[in-house]
């Protein structure tokens, strides 16, 4: 912990105490060195970590109310794809300065995203640095029963939720415009540019959806480093190959957004064929594809099937990777 101008502890109590839910299993949230808080019997710890780093994970000079929902939603959108129930969140933020109106901001959309879900701030750390945002979420699943990767068999339909792809493009098109020029994606609507930076703003984190799929899917990710490249990490963790059927694909993105492009925050997931009529019937979620014998991703495209190929640069057919080159 660094000192910052307002007083790191005046800061801490200003925007952060209090944020989100107040609940009944917090036994004593922030303040003290370490939160207790009370998990339910029967039930297994769900733990996640996932960091924004400015001019990483969202162009430098985003709307802070979009960077603290983002930050939150990553999180959530973890916790869903294990089928768990969100409870509590710790908030790590290293700020270059202490700008006011940026927390303000930053803390109402991540403690309006948290209210939402019903998840309570219990702690965090705050430090000087370049801006970088890291948080946990803690939740749980009932025991024995939290939805992995590795589960997925030959023969079992794949459906993904939402529109992935569309975050991708609306990146691309707040690039285009923050740097000045009318660059687009290769969309014509001028609402979906609209609609598409939305879903890259404040993506939606498929909690719900998550828990409905607890009895009913047999793997599930979600989909953060582009659809190819997860649907490649469910599939290898699986030991199966999977078919994605680009026709089905609900995005109207441009098509390397759809393939490859990240930050959807949707869930990709198996269904044994006993239940794809239970799963078919949920709102919002597509089929998209199957699982098979043998390994890797194959595309299929009016009736011909090709290995899916790879993208350049670091959203490459493994999904987006830090440390490619
Ligand atoms: P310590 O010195 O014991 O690490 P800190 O001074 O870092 O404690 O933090 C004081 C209290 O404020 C702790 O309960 C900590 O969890 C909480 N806290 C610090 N930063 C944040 C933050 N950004 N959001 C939420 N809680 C925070
Ligand atoms: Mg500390």
């Not at 939805?147 to 691309?172: E, I």
């Amino acid at each position: 912990m660094t000192g910052v101008a307002l007083g790191e502890f005046a800061l801490i109590d200003r925007y952060f105490r209090d944020r989100g839910a107040q609940r009944a299993d917090v036994r004593l949230g922030v303040g003290d060195d370490g939160a207790l808080l009370r998990l339910p019997p029967g039930e297994d710890l769900v733990a996640v970590s996932d960091t924004l780093v400015d001019g990483v994970h969202f162009p430098s000079g985003s709307d802070p109310r979009s960077v603290g929902h983002r930050a939150l939603a990553v999180n959530l959108s973890d916790i869903a794809a294990m089928g768990g129930t969100p409870r509590w969140a710790l908030l790590s933020l290293t700020l270059p300065s202490v700008d006011e109106a940026w927390l303000e901001a930053f803390a109402a959309g991540f403690g309006d995203l948290a209210l939402g879900h019903g998840v309570a701030l219990v702690g965090g750390d705050t430090t000087r640095g370049p801006l970088t945002i890291g948080v946990q979420v803690l939740g749980s699943v009932p025991a024995g029963q939290g939805l992995r990767r590795s589960g997925a068999r030959a023969g079992d339909a794949l459906f993904v939720s939402g529109t992935p792809g569309d975050a991708a493009a609306g990146l691309a098109s707040l690039m285009g415009r923050s740097e000045g020029t009318d660059h687009r994606t290769g969309t014509d609507a001028p609402t979906d540019a609209a609609a598409f930076e939305a879903r890259f703003l404040f993506p939606t984190p498929r909690v719900a959806l998550g828990q409905a799929l607890l009895p009913l899917a047999s793997a599930c990710i979600d989909v953060s480093d582009g659809l190819v490249g997860d649907l490649g990490k469910l599939a290898a963790a699986s030991g199966c190959a999977a078919v994605l059927d680009v026709d089905a694909l609900p995005s109207k993105a441009p098509r390397h957004c759809v393939l490859h492009g990240g930050d959807d925050y949707e869930l990709l997931f198996t269904v044994p064929p006993a239940r794809v009529a239970a799963v078919a019937a949920l709102p919002g979620v597509t089929r998209i594809g199957e699982i098979r014998a043998g390994e890797g991703v194959s595309l299929r495209e009016a009736g011909r099937e090709t290995a899916a190929a790879s993208a350049a640069g670091p959203a490459g057919p493994a999904g987006y990777d830090h440390f490619a080159r």
